[in-house]
């Protein structure tokens, strides 16, 4: 089963990690200023591609910017493309005037 793992970093990107039987299977890397949750990077392993990881990693980052009153930059191709598509389930979260 997979398990998502936040790594948070000290003066460079953190990132949410994923973990499976085979290890370390995908990340999203990220970084906080202020009340702002900037994610640059999505990646899932090829062999893991179309399993849901990417949304686990997804669901986890959403879940730690609600519990933490922070606001989301998507500025990761993936994350910002489900922002779009699903606009009312992230339009509590999503710093539109800061991702232009």
Same mark, same amino acid.
């Not at 999505?42 to 669901?59: H, I, Q, R, W």
């Not at 519990?67 to 930059?73: A, E, G, P, R, T």
């Not at 998507?74 to 598509?85: D, I």
């Given at each position: 089963?997979? #398990? %998502?793992?936040?790594?948070?970093?000290?003066?460079?990107?953190?990132?949410?990690? *994923?973990?499976?039987?085979? =290890?370390? /299977?995908?990340?999203?890397?990220?970084?906080?200023?202020?009340?702002?949750?900037?994610?640059?990077?999505? #990646? %899932?392993?090829?062999?893991?591609?179309?399993?849901?990881?990417?949304?686990?990693? *997804?669901?986890?980052?959403? =879940?730690? /910017?609600?519990?933490?009153?922070?606001?989301?930059?998507?500025?990761?191709?993936?994350?910002?493309?489900?922002?779009?598509?699903?606009?009312?389930?992230?339009?509590?979260?999503?710093?539109?005037?800061?991702?232009?």
């Amino acid at each position: 089963m997979a #398990e %998502v793992k936040i790594n948070i970093q000290e003066n460079e990107p953190s990132s949410f990690d *994923l973990y499976d039987e085979d =290890g370390k /299977v995908g990340e999203m890397v990220f970084d906080i200023q202020g009340k702002d949750l900037t994610v640059y990077h999505t #990646e %899932v392993s090829p062999k893991k591609e179309g399993m849901g990881y990417a949304k686990l990693l *997804l669901d986890a980052m959403v =879940g730690y /910017v609600r519990k933490n009153n922070l606001k989301v930059i998507p500025l990761c191709p993936y994350v910002h493309l489900q922002f779009k598509r699903h606009e009312e389930l992230y339009q509590d979260i999503w710093n539109k005037v800061k991702e232009e």
